[in-house]
Nanobody, 122 residues
Framework: QVQLVESGGGLVQAGDSLRLSCAAS????????MGWFRQAPGKERVFVAG????????YYADSVKGRFTISRDNAKNTVALQMNSLKPGDTAVYYC???????????????WGQGTQVTVSS
């Protein structure tokens, strides 16, 4: 069982940066792939970024490549999403998730956090 708690959301202006963090419980954090998803109002939850258990591989949605960076600290059981050059289109609730492997599909992720709101004003 893994419990995930996100933090770091907020209201920013276009072009600003924001860093989201996700704290995970459990002793086997490094055995899980971690990911970030987002869900805008009236839209489906979609993949944003993922990272393998040892941090050696990262994956990004095309819409955030070059602007967002996912990282993890297995000693602290945390995963972060650094978001730069934010756009109004990045406005959404951002969710942290854990799974056995990185997948673009929400259905394959086993554990989810409660979400944190990110709002980017123009």
């Amino acid at each position: 069982q893994v419990q995930l708690v996100e933090s770091g959301g907020g209201l920013v202006q276009a072009g600003d940066s924001l860093r989201l963090s996700c704290a995970a419980s459990g002793r086997t954090f490094s055995s899980y792939a971690m990911g970030w998803f987002r869900q805008a109002p009236g839209k489906e939850r979609v993949f944003v970024a993922g990272i393998s258990g040892n941090g050696g591989r990262t994956y990004y949605a095309d819409s955030v490549k070059g602007r967002f960076t996912i990282s993890r600290d297995n000693a602290k059981n945390t995963v972060a999403l650094q978001m730069n050059s934010l756009k109004p289109g990045d406005t959404a609730v951002y969710y942290c998730a854990a799974s056995d492997y990185v997948s673009y599909s929400t259905s394959t992720w086993n554990y989810w956090g409660q979400g944190t709101q990110v709002t980017v004003s123009s």
